[in-house]
């Protein structure tokens, strides 16, 4: 593939399109950039030389049609002064000047017109390259940002909803669990304290009854007893 060729293919190039299609935008970008910037030191050689092509051949077709135009002169003073002879061998030399003259300005053209091109790729190259360079910063972060939701979105569709659901549940209950025994064991220590207290009720009532009896019977309680002594005489 030729020079023009493969800056033709870099310029028909869609950046944008082989962003969106990269695997990695970033190198590919950054790749890109540096073909480009190689094939514009290549294309500024091949115009500088093509160049120098141009002005070779272009010197050579004015020597050629100067010594065309020189022999037509001798060709005519040969003429004036009856030298068929020396005139038809002037215009022999004068016709191949002339034809190798005329083949270096066919060659001139041409190579004109392809050192014209070469100048037009270049330009658009150039532009190209810096359309690319300013849009660099900004595809990059448009790479990154579409891959940061490619991993978010792929991470989404890739969760089991179900299975989270069920494990969020598991996890509800064990703590509905905690709470439960919690309360329970809450319960059971308000309910020993309770009983306690009764029994201490308890004991109360039965203490209160035994002495109730006690004194319709007229058993006094030993306490009682020792009381009621304490108040007689001792005998002489």
Do not use: C
Not at 36 to 41: A, D, I
Not at 116 to 143: F, G, W
Not at 145 to 158: D, H, M, Q, Y
Request: charged letters at 30%; proline letters at 1%; glycine letters at 4%.
């Amino acid at each position: 593939m030729g020079i023009l060729d493969r800056v033709s293919t870099l310029l028909r190039a869609n950046i944008n399109d082989m962003i969106d299609r990269a695997e990695d935008p970033e190198k590919v970008v950054k790749q890109l950039i540096a073909d480009m910037n190689n094939q514009l030191v290549q294309v500024k050689t091949q115009v500088a030389a093509s160049i120098a092509d141009e002005k070779q051949l272009y010197q050579r077709y004015q020597d050629n049609l100067a010594k065309a135009n020189d022999w037509q002169q001798r060709a005519e003073l040969a003429v004036e002064k009856g030298q068929d002879d020396m005139a038809r061998e002037a215009l022999s030399r004068r016709n191949a000047f002339q034809q190798t003259a005329d083949g270096f300005k066919g060659q001139y053209d041409q190579q004109s017109a392809q050192v014209e091109q070469l100048k037009e790729a270049l330009h658009q190259l150039e532009a190209k390259i810096q359309d690319a360079q300013t849009k660099e910063e900004l595809l990059i972060a448009r790479s990154r940002r579409a891959k940061a939701e490619t991993t978010i979105r792929t991470t989404l569709s890739g969760m089991d909803q179900s299975s989270a659901l069920t494990s969020f549940q598991r996890i509800e209950e064990k703590v509905n669990q905690q709470e439960a025994r919690a309360a329970a064991l809450g319960e059971l220590d308000t309910d020993t304290m309770e009983h306690r207290f009764q029994l201490m009720q308890q004991e109360s009532e039965v203490d209160r009854q035994l002495a109730d009896l006690k004194t319709k019977k007229g058993l006094a309680a030993p306490d009682d007893s020792k009381a009621l002594g304490s108040g007689e005489s001792t005998p002489s």
